[in-house]
C-alpha cells in the first residue's frame, strides 16, 4: 500500500525535551517537506528536501532539525529552542517533475 | 514574502446550495492547487492547475486559475454534509519542472466549510 506515514498520530511532551516525529513515504518520491500547522492559519514550511543528504531551511526553520539519510525517511526533531511547539506537523512529499505536493496524516504535538 | 488572500474564512451553507471561494495575490503563480482537509487529517488534493484559464473539475467540484495568475477559484455544486472541512488554495511561483523552485508552496489561510443538512 503505497503512500506517506507520519507516526505517532498524537505525542506529548514536556517541556524543555527534544522530540522527534517520523516521516516515511514509499512513493519514490526525492522531494520531501515538512509543515507547520496552527488554528485559523495556513501550513507554513519548516524545511524541505530536494534529494537525499540535502536539505533547506523554510520559512519558520528556527528550533527545528532534519536529517534525510534514506530517500524514504525525513525525520522533523523539535527541539528545546522551539518556542511555542505545539501544534499539527504536517509531511509531504513530491513526485519529480510536477508542482504537487501529497500530504501525510499529520503529527498532533502537546508540550506540556 | 508571498501571501496568499483566501475568501471567506468561513461558509455556512444548506445541503444542496453550491459555494464558491477564491484566492487572490500580489504575485504571479504558474501552479494553483485546492486542497481538503478534514480535522485531524492531512490535506488532500483536490484539483491541480498549470495554466492561466484553465478550467479543470473534478466530480462536482471545479476550478479556474485566473487569466491574470493572480487569483483562482473554486466552486462546489449541490454540497452535501461530507464536504464539511477546511479547503486551502496553495500557489507555486514558478515550475519545478526543469526549474528551481524546489516546489515550495504558499498556502490561504483556509476556508472552514459547514453544511446543515
Known amino acids: 500500500d503505497g503512500g506517506i506515514t507520519q507516526s505517532p498520530k498524537y505525542l506529548f511532551r514536556k517541556e524543555g525535551q527534544n522530540v522527534t516525529l517520523s516521516c516515511e513515504q514509499n512513493l519514490n518520491h526525492d522531494a520531501m517537506y515538512w509543515y507547520r500547522q496552527d488554528p485559523g492559519q495556513g501550513l507554513r514550511l519548516i524545511y524541505y528536501s530536494q534529494i537525499v543528504n540535502d536539505f533547506q531551511k523554510g520559512d519558520i526553520a528556527e528550533g527545528y532539525s532534519v536529517s534525510r539519510e534514506k530517500k524514504e525517511s525525513f525525520p522533523l526533531t523539535v527541539t528545546s529552542a522551539q518556542k511555542n511547539p505545539t501544534a499539527f506537523y504536517l509531511c509531504?512529499?513530491?513526485?519529480?517533475?510536477?508542482?504537487?505536493?501529497?500530504f501525510g496524516p499529520g503529527t498532533r504535538l502537546t508540550v506540556l | 514574502g508571498q501571501q496568499l488572500n483566501q475568501s471567506p474564512q468561513s461558509m455556512f451553507i444548506q445541503e444542496g446550495e453550491d459555494v464558491s471561494m477564491n484566492c487572490t495575490s500580489s504575485?504571479?503563480?504558474?501552479?494553483w492547487l485546492w486542497y481538503k482537509q478534514d480535522p485531524g487529517e492531512g490535506p488532500v488534493l483536490l484539483i491541480a492547475l498549470y495554466k492561466a484559464g484553465e478550467l479543470t473539475s473534478n466530480g462536482r467540484l471545479t476550478a479556474q486559475f485566473g487569466i491574470t495568475r493572480k487569483d483562482s477559484f473554486l466552486n462546489i455544486s449541490a454540497s452535501i454534509p461530507s464536504d464539511v472541512g477546511i479547503y486551502f488554495c496553495a500557489g507555486l511561483a514558478s515550475s519545478n519542472a526543469g526549474g528551481t523552485s524546489y516546489g515550495k508552496l504558499t498556502f490561504g489561510q483556509g476556508t472552514i466549510l459547514t453544511v446543515h443538512p
Open positions: 504575485s504571479i503563480f504558474n501552479t
Open positions: 509531504a512529499s513530491r513526485p519529480d517533475n510536477t508542482d504537487t505536493q501529497y
